[in-house]
């Protein structure tokens, strides 16, 4: 060996020698984080279809990860790839949920990763487990395909149930899009919904894999949905003891940072009393506040919400209100108040889904930083669904179901509770202040839609600001107050409808779950899939 050979190599610093192994790595992981990428992008675009965007096609998207599961080799692969989806389908559409962090002049910005990404990382597992069980259980492509919207649907409506449940934002309230659609809904319901249009999603697939037959048969399935849909929309409304009640609506749009301001609270309750008594040319027989609209503890300030009702009622309509409840030094409720029109408290209701984070702190023990997430006291939890009676005008008593914000989200328990009950109106009593002029506001418009058209039940919504709606039991909105707006709204109620999802609620999705499995499993045996290359 010569001494020239002998002697170092000094290469450029863009040529080390480590660069290959730079090259090699980039190799390896490139591949695999790339279709993750492409998964977390996809979802999040097919989450525009949600309301209050309503860009129904956009849940195209989701067939970019599921033609990407008829690649995967093993199971791990699969869930990862149906974890990002669903991280990508929750990341924006959840994202006003950090809003809650700052409003009211708080300072725990540094919560919001955990808002912001934590919990679309945590809602995404459930998709990842649909995705995982749809590779075990699809045995060729095409089937693969169906079970994904099966296995996908069943583990959305587990993530409703499931830690006291969390229905928000599951693919079938893209039905709330449009008044055909939400009479779907008042067929099969939300999870039902859900099945069916994640099939939709998906059955493009199913051409492009020119499994013609099962095509086919998901597609008459589908129109069968369809026209169920028109069926249910041509259905007349009856008459109720609500039928043509006349309610007045105030949205007083307080911002929440000045909300339990005491130096503003006066302003605050003399702006509900002059709107409650704003003249008008119908009787009316309810006056609607939001949810805390009193500011304060009824029983430390019975007088002062006691004449205020009275003011507002003018002596001749009895008035529904939001405030807090105490019943021991450490148990305290959120409350729905009913005041005569002489300003006596005749009934009450206290919330009994509660907000985890919000007004419990689950596991409180186990989490140290837990007091600067929920406070250091938690909300007790109701016992009772009501009902609210007020007596008209005519006479005829008509039974009130009473729902406190989050409460309308849950399609069973309202299902449930109206039976238990039975009501002829829903109240949901609301403050949406906290979430900001976000699209938060307006999905909890749209889920309080498919309540009234799943249940075929009017729905009035009275919000402190984010938004106020008169809801007829076909799920549309006839009044409404706007975010960010101070108004009055006055509304006859309408009749209800007879639907599908009161007599047997979620047994119509269970009976979609088992026809489709059996569908899947049938194309795999007695039509097998060949591959076209």
């Known amino acids: 060996m010569t001494r020239a050979m002998r002697q170092p190599i000094n290469l450029p610093m863009g040529m080390m020698t480590n660069q290959p192994h730079q090259g090699t790595l980039k190799a390896r992981l490139w591949p695999r984080a790339k279709p993750l990428l492409m998964a977390s992008l996809a979802g999040l675009v097919a989450s525009l279809a949600l309301p209050p965007h309503g860009v129904d096609i956009a849940i195209f998207a989701l067939l970019v990860p599921a033609m990407q599961l008829l690649r995967a080799e093993r199971g791990i692969e699969a869930f990862r790839l149906g974890w990002m989806t669903g991280f990508g389908w929750f990341v924006y559409s959840l994202f006003w949920i950090s809003n809650a962090l700052v409003v009211s002049g708080g300072g725990d910005v540094l919560l919001i990763p955990f808002s ?70 008042a067929s099969i319901g939300l999870w039902g919904g859900t099945l069916a249009v994640l099939l939709i999603a998906f059955w493009p697939g199913l051409v492009i894999l020119r499994a013609k037959g099962l095509a086919f048969v998901v597609a008459i399935g589908l129109l069968g949905l369809w026209g169920a849909g028109l069926w249910q929309g041509q259905a007349q409304m009856t008459d109720h003891p609500g039928s043509g009640m006349t309610v007045r609506v105030i949205q007083p749009n307080i911002p929440q940072d000045q909300k339990w301001n005491r130096q503003d609270r006066p302003d605050h309750l003399r702006a509900l009393v002059r709107a409650s008594r704003q003249e008008t040319n119908r009787d009316l027989d309810l006056i609607l506040w939001p949810e805390t609209a009193f500011a304060g503890f009824y029983e430390h300030e019975r007088s002062v919400i006691q004449a205020m009702a009275q003011a507002a009622s003018s002596g001749k309509t009895p008035v529904l209100t939001g405030t807090l409840r ?170 209800r409808l007879d639907t599908l999802y009161t007599r047997f609620g979620d047994w119509g999705f269970a009976v979609m779950i088992i026809m489709v499995i059996v569908m899947a499993f049938a194309s795999q045996f007695l039509t097998p899939y060949r591959r076209r290359m």
Request: proline letters at 7%; hydrophobic letters at 50%; a negative charge.
């Open 116 to 185: 912001a990404i934590g919990l679309p990382l945590f809602l995404g597992l459930f998709w990842g487990l649909g995705f995982a069980i749809a590779f075990w259980a699809g045995r060729n492509p095409p089937s693969r395909l169906v079970m994904l919207a099966v296995s996908l649907a069943v583990m959305e409506y587990t993530r409703g149930f499931i830690f006291t449940g969390f229905p928000w934002n599951a693919p079938g309230m893209i039905l709330a899009n449009h008044d055909i659609t939400l009479a779907i809904a």
């Open 326 to 495: 105490v019943q021991s030094p450490d148990q305290f409720f959120n409350s729905a108040m009913m005041f005569n029109p002489e300003g006596i408290m005749t009934q009450f209701y206290d919330k009994r889904h509660l907000v985890p984070f919000g007004e419990y702190a689950p596991l409180r023990e186990f989490i140290p930083f837990v007091d600067v997430i929920a406070g250091p006291n938690d909300f007790a939890q109701g016992d009772t669904a009501g009902p609210m009676v007020i007596t008209r005008r005519d006479g005829s008593a008509v039974r009130l179901l009473p729902l406190i914000c989050y409460e309308v989200i849950f399609p069973a328990a309202v299902r449930r509770d109206l039976a238990e009950t039975e009501a002829d109106v829903m109240v949901n009593l609301t403050n949406d202040a906290w979430f900001g002029d976000t699209i938060g506001p307006r999905q909890h418009l749209a889920m309080a839609q498919m309540r009234a058209a799943e249940t075929g039940r009017p729905l009035v919504r009275v919000a402190n600001t984010g938004i106020s709606a008169i809801i007829d039991s076909r799920g549309r909105i006839t009044h409404r107050i706007d975010y960010g707006t101070e108004g009055v709204r006055d509304a006859v109620l309408s009749g």
